[in-house]
T-cell receptor
Framework: ETGVTQTPRHLVMGMTNKKSLKCEQHLGHNAMYWYKQSAKKPLELMFVYNFKEQTENNSVPSRFSPECPNSSHLFLHLHTLQPEDSALYLC????????????FGPGTRLTVL | AQSVAQPEDQVNVAEGNPLTVKCTYSVSGNPYLFWYVQYPNRGLQFLLKYITGDNLVKGSYGFEAEFNKSQTSFHLKKPSALVSDSALYFCAVRPDYGGSQGNLIFGKGTKLSVKP
């Protein structure tokens, strides 16, 4: 185990639903990240937080809304998603921003019907 | 544009044989280089990284990688493959922007299949 947990592990939702993904890290890290992993594509960085402050939003549609209440927890709120948003969503953390190895959670497999 | 290439979608190796998973990159400056492995239904696990120093980096599970600056490559190697090495392998690069580091740029991944 990497010390980064994600819940739920699997999620199926309709396009009109609202759901949230949760990530928690037990490593004492200060930076947290959301990535999207689609089949046969490179990992796409979505959001970056450092000391609870969002430092990067990689042109992610507003139907994805991140929240970082403290350095240990990261959420991704989902609403009115599209079928093409179906993917594996990975959370990662690192001791500092950009300069350290990132540690990944197991991911949430999201299916949008 | 900054990019990472893993030219092989899949690599097939017989157990006990050496394996190589290729990675080349096109980024600015002196980048940090990483290899991650992803087993089915799991997140990415860190294998090894190169920052500076010896071009041959040793990592977890007997893996190593060789940094070649002139060829801008960072190929992953293992002298003797195990069936349990079968997984998806990602190369990642962190560009150097004149002393500050950027985000990780990942390759598309290479599926390694080791047969008994």
């Amino acid at each position: 185990e990497t010390g980064v947990t994600q819940t739920p592990r699997h999620l199926v939702m309709g396009m009109t639903n609202k759901k949230s993904l949760k990530c928690e890290q037990h490593l004492g890290h200060n930076a947290m990240y959301w990535y999207k992993q689609s089949a046969k594509k490179p990992l796409e960085l979505m959001f970056v937080y450092n000391f609870k402050e969002q430092t990067e939003n990689n042109s992610v549609p507003s139907r994805f809304s991140p929240e970082c209440p403290n350095s240990s927890h990261l959420f991704l709120h989902l609403h009115t998603l599209q079928p093409e948003d179906s993917a594996l969503y990975l959370c990662a953390s690192s001791p500092g921003l950009f300069t350290d190895t990132q540690y990944f959670g197991p991911g949430t497999r999201l299916t949008v019907l | 544009a900054q990019s990472v290439a893993q030219p092989e979608d899949q690599v097939n190796v017989a157990e006990g044989n050496p394996l190589t998973v290729k990675c080349t990159y096109s980024v600015s400056g002196n980048p940090y280089l990483f290899w991650y492995v992803q087993y089915p239904n799991r997140g990415l696990q860190f294998l090894l990284k190169y920052i500076t120093g010896d071009n041959l980096v040793k990592g977890s599970y007997g893996f190593e990688a060789e940094f070649n600056k002139s060829q801008t490559s960072f190929h992953l190697k293992k002298p003797s493959a195990l069936v349990s090495d079968s997984a998806l392998y990602f190369c990642a690069v962190r560009p150097d922007y004149g002393g500050s580091q950027g985000n990780l740029i990942f390759g598309k991944g290479t599926k390694l299949s080791v047969k008994p």
